[in-house]
């Protein structure tokens, strides 16, 4: 089955404790991104990858880092979280042609912060 | 810099009634427009899109929307909507001139009543 899977998906931490949000797609997708949701502001981009070893800064990159050794792995890394990035993460990805471009979402991380 | 609007915060019909959630772009350059799907606790499932073409697309059950460049508009339209279709609607934008970018509108949660 095609699909994006994220972990966790619910997160509970304290501030500055090091945090690791996995995403892995099984389509063989180039393009693969990170979102975050918060009431009222609808997703926000924090980070895109084209491709293996190409990553570029979205909307809301701060406080945030990436990776992307692998096509099908993008890893979300929250060095020092705080209780500002408390929100609902989510990972995507697509093919990356003209002729298509529809995002296929993960089922969400949901992050706590303390 | 890109943006969309979605004006509606809550949308609300009756069931068997047509529905109407407006979306509002700005972008440099071509762009590509989505509509997305939101159920609870859930991630965003894709609904339809434009890229070129044809102003009006027909996507996933039963939607429709109509592309105006003019406008600039892209308004998630259906002629009879039911229950099940109560969710929260997203609207994003991508540009050929920055394709990895993808900016989302606020989301409108539609309400569709017996």
């Known amino acids: 089955e095609a699909q994006v899977t994220q972990n966790p998906r619910y997160l509970i931490t304290v501030t500055g404790k090091k945090l690791t949000v996995t995403c892995s797609q099984n389509m063989n997708h180039e393009y693969m991104s990170w979102y975050r949701q918060d009431p009222g502001l609808g997703l926000r981009q924090i980070y895109y990858?084209?491709?293996?070893?190409?990553?570029d800064k979205g909307d809301v990159p701060e406080g945030y880092k990436v990776s992307r050794k692998e096509k099908r792995n993008f890893p979300l890394i929250l060095e020092s979280p705080s209780p500002n990035q408390t929100s609902l993460y989510f990972c995507?990805?697509?093919?990356?042609?003209?002729?298509?471009?529809?995002?296929?979402f993960g089922e969400g991380s949901r992050l706590t912060v303390l | 810099a890109q943006s969309v609007a979605q004006p509606e915060d809550q949308v609300n019909v009756a069931e068997g009634n047509p529905l109407t959630v407006k979306c509002t772009y700005s972008v440099s350059g071509n762009p590509y427009l989505f509509w997305y799907v939101q159920y609870p606790n859930r991630g965003l499932q894709f609904l339809l899109k434009y890229i070129t073409g044809d102003n009006l697309v027909k996507g996933s059950y039963g939607f429709e929307a109509e592309f105006n460049k003019s406008q600039t508009s892209f308004h998630l339209k259906k002629p009879s909507a039911l229950v099940s279709d109560s969710a929260l609607y997203f609207c994003?934008?991508?540009?050929?001139?920055?394709?990895?970018?993808?900016?989302f509108g606020d989301g409108t949660t539609l309400t569709v009543k017996p």
């Open positions: 994003a934008v991508r540009s050929n001139t920055n394709a990895g970018k993808s900016t």
């Open positions: 990858s084209m491709n293996v070893e190409v990553t």
């Open positions: 995507a990805s697509s093919l990356f042609r003209q002729d298509t471009g529809e995002l296929f």
